[in-house]
């Protein structure tokens, strides 16, 4: 059904991003691509899905058995094409026959697959990243592919929400749909029929059944084993919220409000390390973005070292600098041509000096596990999605935040990495700073936060 031959792809026609890759895939077949950041597998994938041409090789298709490809991205906010659930679903179907009632029946279909019932009304941009991902890949269910190719689509998911994606695609591959996955996670590329492993442009086959006993030391290495002491954490309050809500007004037909946070209160002391988990759609982002600022809450008060941050009198600037937040998808938060301005991005305004400046972009790139020598002066937009999240790690650490937010740091980053990143932040922590992370990986924020804020439906567990 799929050939690959010899296939080499480079961006700058020096280094090799895709090096010899040759394998083979039936109708029907499941295919798992592994490996670190930069390894290669998002590229591939999309030469594949004919997104991007080799420079030589060949992929070649089977058109009796192919008539229709989907893919879906690492960041869905890429491949949205309406404000409205339905609208952008409904655009998959714009060149079908169906009828208009039996088009907005496929699409309440698709959208309980993926477990987003009755949200053919709700807004693109007021759902959480985990929905977002969850009706990006509805959106390409709707158009009855024969072959799917998938970008680390679980990795902004919460359990339940990533388990049935996989069931999904288990019954979908029954069906005799081609599945080629982006992953990870050893557990999920271990349930696939063939895996690639990547390593710099080159790929190593294996069998799925293999995979579990070859790496299996590899996943215990990165999870066993002791954290550093746990850190005596003062009793100051930096942080601390009154009955805050968030509502935001509903596209419904009804047009009541919906509410996003429900009187949340909550403190958070100086030099804590806090982990923030809850389903998808469960507040957890909505809750960073008011105490950060970003947002102001319906109802109730936000405080820093107890003064109000939404009082006329309170110094913004101040605030700004003290806090350092990164977002969901890395590609909102990227401004430069090139890895060392962006990480500086923001630093004069901020107040930094010249030497104050060159240090902090220097350290920070080496924090966030890229070699300086190697990035500095390249292209962020042209990394892979695990390098961008890396750079913009950098730029929230260079500007020296008292407190680091960070939601979803570890989508998309590769096993060693994420143990790396914890014990970089827990370091931090010893030294005074004050960490708040969203996260799905129970099991990291387990081993490593001092108290864990559960959300459910807006309200805290």
């Known amino acids: 059904m799929i050939d690959v031959k010899d296939l080499c792809f480079s961006y700058d026609g020096e280094i090799q991003a895709i090096q010899d890759v040759s394998f083979s895939l039936s109708k029907g077949e499941s295919l798992a691509l592994l490996g670190d950041n930069g390894s290669g597998k998002s590229t591939l994938i999309k030469l594949l899905a004919g997104m991007l041409k080799p420079d030589s090789g060949t992929i070649t298709y089977d058109k009796s058995l192919i008539k229709r490809g989907g893919m879906v991205f690492q960041n869905p906010d890429n491949q949205f094409v309406s404000s409205?659930?339905?609208?952008?679903?409904?655009?998959?179907?714009?060149?079908n026959i169906l009828s208009k009632k039996e088009k907005e029946k496929k699409v309440s279909e698709v959208l309980n697959?993926?477990?987003?019932?009755?949200?053919?009304?709700?807004?693109?941009?007021?759902?959480?990243?985990?929905?977002?991902?969850?009706?990006?890949?509805?959106?390409?269910?709707i158009m009855s592919p024969d072959v799917l190719f998938l970008d680390e689509v679980t990795s902004m998911l919460d359990h339940k929400s990533g388990e049935r994606i996989i069931d999904l695609l288990r019954k979908l591959k029954e069906e005799g749909i081609t599945i080629i996955y982006v992953t990870h996670e050893i557990k999920e590329a271990a349930l696939f029929?063939?895996?690639?492993?990547?390593?710099?442009?080159?790929?190593?086959?294996?069998?799925?059944?293999?995979?579990?006993?070859?790496?299996?030391s590899v996943s215990k290495s990165v999870f066993l084993g002791k954290n550093a002491d746990i850190k005596i954490v003062s009793k100051e309050t930096?942080?601390?919220?009154?009955?805050?809500?968030?509502?935001?007004?509903?596209?419904?037909?009804n047009n009541h409000n919906n509410y996003v946070l429900k009187d949340i209160s909550l403190s958070i002391a100086k030099g804590e390390f806090i982990g923030i988990k809850g389903d998808t759609g469960s507040g957890k982002t909505s809750l960073i973005r008011i105490l950060s600022g970003l947002i102001k809450p319906s109802k109730g008060k936000v405080y820093y070292k107890g003064e109000d941050i939404n009082n006329s009198r309170f110094d913004e600037k101040a605030y700004r600098k003290a806090i350092g937040i990164m977002f969901q998808f890395p590609d909102t938060q990227i401004f430069e041509e090139t890895v060392e301005k962006d990480v500086g991005f923001g630093l004069d305004y901020l107040g930094f000096n010249l030497e104050e400046k060159k240090n902090n972009i220097k350290n920070a790139i080496k924090i966030a596990g890229l070699p300086y020598e190697k990035y500095a002066s390249k292209n962020p937009y042209l990394l892979s999605d695990g390098e961008k999240r890396r750079v913009v790690l950098a730029g929230v650490l260079s500007k020296r935040p008292e407190i680091i937010i960070?939601?979803?740091?570890?989508?998309?980053?590769?096993?060693a990495y994420r143990k790396e990143l914890f014990s970089?932040?827990?370091?931090?922590?010893?030294?005074?700073?004050?960490?708040i992370i969203i996260s799905h990986n129970e099991e990291m924020l387990y081993h490593?936060?001092?108290?864990?804020?559960?959300?459910?439906?807006?309200h805290i567990l």
């Open 84 to 95: 409205l659930v339905e609208e952008d679903l409904l655009y998959g179907l714009r060149d």
């Open 113 to 141: 697959l993926v477990g987003l019932e009755g949200f053919e009304k709700k807004s693109t941009h007021e759902i959480s990243g985990g929905q977002k991902q969850l009706v990006a890949i509805a959106g390409v269910l």
């Open 193 to 216: 029929d063939k895996i690639l492993i990547g390593d710099k442009g080159r790929f190593t086959f294996f069998e799925g059944s293999d995979l579990t006993r070859e790496f299996e």
């Open 238 to 253: 930096l942080i601390s919220c009154e009955k805050i809500s968030l509502s935001y007004k509903s596209h419904m037909r």
């Open 406 to 415: 960070l939601d979803e740091p570890i989508a998309g980053l590769d096993l």
């Open 424 to 435: 970089t932040l827990k370091e931090m922590q010893n030294k005074g700073k004050t960490i």
């Open 448 to 458: 490593y936060a001092d108290r864990i804020i559960e959300l459910k439906d807006g």
